[in-house]
């Protein structure tokens, strides 16, 4: 009964973060604005000086000198504009300015005497625009790139963070450029006015603030919209709220905007700081030819205390941009419907929280398609599946309608049909199920990778195999023998199949195939039957895993033990490791075949494991897999004699992930190396290498191994002292 609800909560979960999906709720999301927009009306204190085509035709092509600019910029501040926003970049020089214009005319003598009488009239000196942003609210225009930028990031708001550093969940820039330091020196703001659009490049959410600088440098600019709020509400630290402050917490982000407060304005975010707009659309009353504020011909108080943004809605600019709602608007069209969202008390937002409510929604909803499909007939079941979908479309309508909340109806919807047709199927196929549940049974005692070859290909069926280069691993519990000595037969069984649970899960989500299980040790190998390129560093980190998973189960068993009343030991396993070419394949009798490997290789790594008692390490490996493992930090044992081997071997232990690499782990390498140097070539004296090298936090961990480096040398010594002619 629950596979169909396993199959859909699994389907939810891809489906969660795929791009299909969220354009498909963008599509639902938007037709909701279009059944119920904001509602705009001329009280709302935002409006847009439009640089429109007449403006243009009545005032001349863009760009405007900066003497009409700043006209136009000093009339708004002589109306009482609360906030004078420009959405435009005044990152140039104004080529009207008479020393842009002397500089393009030709070097002549008239050029000099002109450029002389102008600068004895002061005509050269001063900026008109920076002048009049000087003694206006004005916030200035600033464009984030990644491209370098000489001048590193200004920012006139500084962000108050309340909880967790905010910007590594806020959009990510190198650099930004900026106004004219003459014009961003007078401004009282400046703000972002780069736009992220989603992947249909339609702008429904607009960032709140963005990282720009090196990562662990950035610093936090305000979008242009923000910046209008804070200099209208004349404060000058907005403040940003993420999570772990307070009560607020994340749900399924490490880090999330909660939401960021501005003066009065409280701005609820997505986890990335993103406000989502509820978009009103293009209202004329909205807008204010530029020409005629310039002619003095306006209401004042249609300026009066309210926020006015410079931007243009001439074709010829190209400033155009797609929304929910139109498909083109001017771009400045967005960041007064920006402002407008807030002011107005919207609060249009997608939770990060939602994602569970949803999945909730496809649990219990699965549940009861499952049930229903199992107790009613087809057409019903399907009925009543077709009035969940309509149910669960009509919440998330409402949701949008009445508590500016987004829910998702499309994973619900597309894992409740997913879940109707697997239980639909499964009806029918009951008795193929029970049928598989018999082959599932003998899975249990045969690989189960093994058991999907046999079935596609039944001719392997038969004894034989391939010589394939391997990585093996055998583990062992130490002392096993006494401690299966103080318990029962079923105590014995519990504790092996506590161990090799979990043991068996690690090697198998690494690639590992299962040889067989010797009481309590388990052999396994990688890069059979199946191909695993890099099969040595698969093996490390499952020994790895295995050694880090040991204290959870030791846990365990000693709570179970107390509980009992029975006295626990600790575990510790010991794990070797080797890399070589081992016959894979099928073997045994004609009457019974296992599916396993033979050969010098595994008797070596059989030894090693042995050879981690007597090291005084968990994990020990050859130098074969040393050389094929990448990622990972090894330790040098030195030489070792292994039982059945005619020579010496190199052998190592393994120690950790390569990237626990530091100036400490150098150290200690340095000081290891001369014991190791100390013990095989006689490169000065054991004993003070040893010394060192144990007091390093490193080295503590290997006491056990450099006491028998010890024991060894001093016995040497006293059997030298005991042969004719010894000191």
């Not at 008479?98 to 900026?127: H, T």
């Not at 500084?158 to 930004?176: C, E, H, Y």
Request: hydrophobic share 45%; charged share 20%.
């Amino acid at each position: 009964m629950l596979a169909p609800i396993v199959v859909g909560l699994t389907l939810a979960s891809a489906l969660h973060t795929s791009d299909l999906v969220q354009r498909l709720n963008n599509l639902v999301f938007d037709q909701y604005q279009r059944w119920q927009p904001r509602q705009w009306t001329g009280d709302l204190p935002v409006r847009v000086a439009d640089i429109d085509d007449t403006s243009l035709e009545k005032i001349g092509q863009w760009p405007w000198p900066r003497q009409r600019i700043a006209e136009l910029t000093t009339k708004l501040a002589q109306a009482g504009a609360a906030a004078i926003v420009f959405d435009a970049l005044f990152s140039e020089e104004d080529r009207y300015a008479p020393r842009q214009m002397l500089s393009r005319l030709p070097d002549m003598p008239e050029r000099e005497a002109l450029l002389k009488a102008m600068q004895d009239r002061n005509l050269l000196d001063g900026d008109p625009l920076a002048a009049a942003f000087a003694n206006a609210p004005v916030v200035a225009a600033t464009a984030l790139t990644d491209l370098p930028v000489s001048e590193p990031p200004e920012v006139k708001a500084t962000f108050v963070t309340v909880g967790d550093d905010p910007r590594p969940a806020l959009p990510q820039f190198a650099n930004m450029t900026m106004p004219l330091l003459q014009l961003r020196n007078a401004a009282k703001g400046l703000g972002v006015i780069n736009y992220i659009p989603d992947l249909d490049q339609v702008v429904r959410r607009v960032p709140v603030a963005f990282a720009v600088g090196p990562k662990d440098k950035s610093i936090l600019v305000p979008s242009l919209g923000v910046e209008a709020l804070r200099v209208a509400f004349q404060t000058d630290t907005p403040i940003l709220k993420t999570t772990n402050s307070s009560s607020e917490k994340s749900f399924g982000d490490s880090t999330a905007i909660v939401y960021a407060k501005i003066g009065d304005a409280v701005l609820p975010t997505e986890a990335d700081g993103n406000v989502r707009i509820h978009f009103a659309g293009t209202h004329a009353g909205r807008r204010i030819p530029a020409w005629k504020i310039i002619a003095g011909e306006i209401d004042p108080d249609e300026v009066a205390g309210r926020i006015i943004l410079i931007g243009s809605s001439a074709n010829a600019l190209a400033d155009l941009r797609a929304t929910p709602l139109e498909p083109v608007v001017p771009g400045v069209e967005i960041h007064a419907e920006f402002i407008e969202h807030v002011l107005s008390g919207s609060q249009l937002v997608r939770l990060d929280w939602a994602w569970a409510v949803e999945t909730l929604a496809v649990l219990f909803g699965g549940l009861l398609i499952t049930f229903l499909v199992r107790k009613l007939p087809p057409l019903s079941a399907s009925a009543a599946v077709l009035a969940l979908l309509a149910a669960g479309f009509t919440l998330s309508w409402q949701s949008f309608a009445r508590a500016d909340l987004l829910f998702d109806p499309i994973i619900p919807g597309a894992t409740w049909l997913a879940v109707h047709a697997i239980a639909t199927v499964g009806v029918f196929r009951r008795t193929t199920r029970e049928r598989q549940q018999v082959r599932a049974a003998f899975s249990r005692y045969l690989s189960p990778v093994v058991v999907e070859q046999l079935a596609a290909d039944p001719s392997k069926l038969r004894l034989g195999g391939d010589m394939r280069n391997v990585t093996i691993l055998f583990s062992d519990v130490r002392d096993f023998t006494s401690r299966a000595e103080t318990m029962s037969g079923a105590g014995v069984v519990r504790f092996l199949n506590a161990l090799h649970t979990p043991l068996t899960d690690i090697v198998m989500a690494r690639g590992g195939t299962i040889d067989k299980y010797i009481g309590d040790g388990l052999m396994a190998f990688w890069n059979a039957p199946l191909d695993i390129p890099d099969h040595a560093s698969a093996a490390c980190h499952a020994a790895l895993s295995m050694a880090a998973a040991i204290p959870a189960i030791d846990s365990k068993l000693r709570t179970e033990a107390e509980s009992e009343g029975r006295e626990h030991r600790p575990i510790r396993i010991g794990i070797g490791l080797n890399t070589g070419d081992a016959f894979v394949g099928n073997m045994g009798s004609e009457q019974r075949f296992d599916y396993s490997i033979v050969g010098d290789p595994v008797n070596v790594a059989a030894r090693l494991e042995t050879a981690t008692k007597e090291f005084g390490v968990p994990i020990v490996v050859s130098q074969a897999t040393r050389d094929a493992a990448k990622g990972f930090l090894f330790v040098d044992l030195g030489l070792a004699g292994l039982k059945g081997k005619a020579s010496q071997m190199r052998v190592h232990a393994l120690h950790s992930y390569a990237d626990a690499a530091d100036a400490d782990w150098e150290t200690f390498s340095t000081l290891h190396a001369k014991v190791i140097a100390a013990t095989e070539r006689d490169q000065g004296r054991l004993d003070l290498a040893v010394e060192r090298a144990s007091a390093h936090p490193v080295g503590a961990t290997y006491a056990s191994f450099y006491a028998r480096l010890l024991s060894h040398e001093r016995q040497t010594i006293a059997d030298d002292e005991m042969k004719p002619g010894g000191s």
